[in-house]
């Protein structure tokens, strides 16, 4: 097939989703398709006559993407676009996509896990990988997720939406109930998530997450372990247990070599593999998303589940979880892109 993987964008996770790419696109590579690797926001400024010819590039155009302890410059990549359009879609990618069987989107943050690629991908009649856009958008808000949690009776922590200004902050520093979470509802890697351990900490927290898109969110705190169940097609994949080498498992913590341990399969009894994966089941069932997806839980002292969010386009590199968990039960990284592309494409959407 020729596959578009498309990655980058403006996203924080900009750094993430590159190197997802890279891994997806070389690995399709190898399983004999014709994959090229497409920036989303910075496109191909130059293109031959003939798109088709950009299919054979060497090493399918994947850059030499890495990921920095720190979340990517996102002024200096809209100020390195030649055209300087504020476009999403850079240039020349929408008629790669459309000339390709498939896009495979490589793609994390709000640049496409909030549904807005996916839908004009379904109006230009253009195939693509996961979920479809209104699951993609439920599944991105974390406010809406949490809605539809409660609904349909997946435990998740006390939550409340915030809406505040800078004369809000001492008021709310001083009421929120402790211990609490403060995140952005639109984040991810862990960025514009804010663990305080005192008031003083959580008015610091207050004034920084609004340097983040999208509302703010305050969840009480649930202290246990830390798991991840990756769903694919109709079923759920071994746990996760993440045992982060500094107290927290911040952005430097989830890709940077030694910032966590992850045991896969998690050591947890059958029932609670069990129950762990009927939970992530039935939220990537009630959200209405499509061939795969990570929710991500605690598992409290007691031996209950606390369902936190999922995400409907989960990291793909090396050291991401869903291709740990898919070597636990024995597939291989180039097997699991293989049958996410081949899930997608059996798909029929509604446009």
Known sequence: MKIVVLAGGLSTERAVSLVTGSSV???????GHRAILVDLFLGLEEVPEDLETLFDAPDGLCPEAKIETKA??????????????GRLFGPNVLELCEAADIVFLGLHGQD?????VQATF???GIKYTGGGYLASGLAMDKAMTKRMMDAAGIPTPKWRLLEYGAADVDRLAAELPMPCVIKT????????????????????????VQGFSGQVLAEERVYGRELTVAVLGDRALPAVEILPAEKDFDYAAK???GG??????APITAEEQREAGELALKLHRTLGLEVYSRTDFILDGEGRFWCL????????TSASLVPKEAAAIGMTYNQLCEEIVQQSYRLKRRG
């Open 72 to 85: 990517p410059d996102l002024a200096a990549v809209r100020a390195s676009r030649r055209d300087q359009s």
């Open 122 to 124: 379904d109006l230009l």
């Open 25 to 31: 696109c070389r690995a399709l590579r190898e399983n």
């Open 309 to 316: 969010e999922v995400n409907s386009l989960p990291g793909m």
């Open 112 to 116: 496409g896990e909030d549904g807005r």
């Open 255 to 257: 890709y940077q070599a």
């Open 260 to 265: 966590a341990r992850e045991i896969c399969p």
């Open 185 to 208: 509802t639109t984040g991810g890697s862990s960025l514009g998530v804010f663990l305080p351990e005192d008031r003083a900490a959580l008015k610091d927290a207050l004034i920084r």
